[in-house]
């Protein structure tokens, strides 16, 4: 979970400096296979579901943040 935490963040980051199409749709990519992994682990008890929207909450904005910089 950390792990793919982490990974979106930095792709997060490297999307900011240099923003290009590849770039933006391996972000979805990876932010829709840390999704899947949270939901996955509170469906089988490992997160609690407030954890887990918590964690989902996070990617998503920080995905807007360097989506949209300027917003």
Do not use: W
């Not at 490992?46 to 904005?61: D, E, F, T």
């Amino acid at each position: 979970m950390r792990t793919l935490m982490k990974r979106c963040f930095v792709a997060f980051d490297a999307y900011k400096k240099e923003p290009t199409d590849d770039a933006k749709t391996n972000l979805k990519k990876d932010m829709s296979d840390t999704f899947s992994k949270i939901d996955k682990a509170v469906k089988r008890g490992v997160l609690h579901r407030n954890n887990g929207a918590n964690q989902k909450s996070r990617l998503s904005s920080a995905f807007k943040r360097a989506i949209e910089p300027n917003k």
